[in-house]
């Protein structure tokens, strides 16, 4: 290796070893490492042959075999087809799959109103949906939760495995102790979700917010450019505004697991008291609260008075002109507060979710326009500004993500 490949290769290392928990990089953390790369490959090309695999990750070819092979035996991938021969006479390489019924994963969406449960295989497809009316009493609720993920397994009895249950939740999360601490949204104050959940079902549960589950999601399973991003900002553009931040492939959680909340930055000293006790937050300017509220000045006397965001999406969709304004003033302000975080974080991607998306036409112009006027450094790289790559709740899709990730994503060592 010439001395600049080292230096190279040196410099890709840039994380201080964790030496409060460190787990020397011994040969059962390497396999499991290499088998998560494996079956990342396989989820992201199936069906895909050995040969290529080994191209992709750099292994060779006996190793390749013998993990493939450990992960044939788990029922973790299958063969498909068994090798027809070629016209030239030669066998072609066995394509590979995931095994999509080793894994029955569950995901619970919980928002103020409506909460969504599902089971997906290891594919990523989904096999059950059902949703419920979000409950007052949070230890009854879940408690129903519980139940109706235990009917589910029984019915789904195909999966070899429910490695455990996701939860998307609509507030401030302590993922570390599992419980769900406040929402401005759902009157759930202290809720030890983990803990109930995990007594009625057995099986493992996370929980994270929406904004964060929805980075996750779009890391994860975003649109297929995003396939080699690594540094990500979601917002969530809600009732109220969260953010969810993937940096290096990974989410950012922060040193009290409350990382995201960038709504609450100041963006105006002299502005309206916040519930956090602050003046002027950027959430009193561009979230969906605020933009009904701007609406209803603005449409004065005259006009519907409307309440929910989907009721004023169809108003601009119908070229409503106080309700566009609304919109077009909070696409202002969603440019602002976005260009401050593209200077602090420097993510490729800046994904915007939540039903003002639906008019992406009329904001995503006035957002780029803040964005250029505003950034500071010169960039090699420009930033794309996208909507959510799924148009219906990617809060869920990010709850079965959570699973996934714990199955997928590769541990740090050391
Ligand atoms: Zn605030």
């Given at each position: ?58 292994h060779n070819k006996a190793t390749i075999s013998t993990i493939t092979g ?259 003033e909070t696409a202002r302000y969603l440019g602002i507060g976005i260009t ?75």
């Open positions: 290796m010439s001395n600049s490949r080292v230096i190279h290769s040196r410099h890709r290392f840039t994380r201080k070893p964790n030496l409060a928990d460190v787990k020397a990089a011994g040969h059962d953390m390497l396999r499991l490492v290499n088998r998560r790369i494996l079956l990342s490959i396989l989820s992201d090309r199936q069906p895909i042959s050995r040969p290529e695999i080994a191209k992709i990750s750099g450990e992960l044939l035996k788990d029922s973790c991938i299958i063969e498909e087809g068994s090798g027809r021969t070629t016209p030239i006479g030669g066998k072609p390489p066995t394509p590979l799959r995931l095994n999509a019924q080793r894994f029955g994963l569950f995901g619970v969406d919980i928002r103020a109103d409506e909460t969504i449960l599902a089971l997906s295989d290891f594919n990523n497809r989904i096999v059950s949906r059902v949703s419920y009316e979000t409950g007052v009493d949070s230890t009854a609720f879940l408690n129903k939760i519980g139940k109706e993920i235990r009917k589910l397994s029984v019915k789904h009895d195909s999966f070899i495995e429910f490695p455990g249950i996701g939860v998307s939740l609509p507030g401030l999360v302590d993922n570390h102790s599992g419980k769900f601490l406040l929402s401005v949204v759902l009157p759930w104050r202290d809720v030890p979700v983990v803990q109930l959940l995990e007594k009625s079902t057995g099986l493992p549960v996370i929980i994270d917010n929406s904004a964060r589950c929805s980075a996750l999601a779009e890391i994860w399973h975003g649109k297929a450019q995003y396939a080699h991003v690594r540094n990500l900002l979601y917002v969530s553009v809600s009732t109220g505004l969260a953010c969810g931040v993937v940096i290096d492939g990974g989410l950012y959680r922060g040193g009290n697991n409350t990382a995201g909340q960038f709504g609450h930055i100041p963006i105006d000293l002299n502005g309206n008291e916040c519930r956090c006790g602050q003046r002027g937050c950027w959430d009193l300017y561009a979230s969906d609260k605020a933009t009904l509220k701007r609406y209803a000045e603005l449409r004065g006397t005259s006009g519907k008075r409307v309440t929910a965001m989907r009721k004023l999406i169809e108003l601009v969709e119908a070229g409503d002109a106080a309700a566009t304004e609304a919109v077009r401050g975080l593209i200077n602090g974080l420097d993510p490729e991607v800046v994904v915007i979710g939540g039903e003002i998306t639906k008019v992406w036409g009329v904001i995503e112009p006035i957002i780029v326009e803040e964005t250029k006027r505003h950034l500071l450094a010169p960039r090699s790289h420009s930033i794309a500004i996208r909507p959510s790559a799924f148009e219906v709740r990617p809060s869920l899709k990010g709850a079965l993500t959570l699973i996934q990730n714990s199955l997928l994503s590769v541990p740090h060592m050391g």
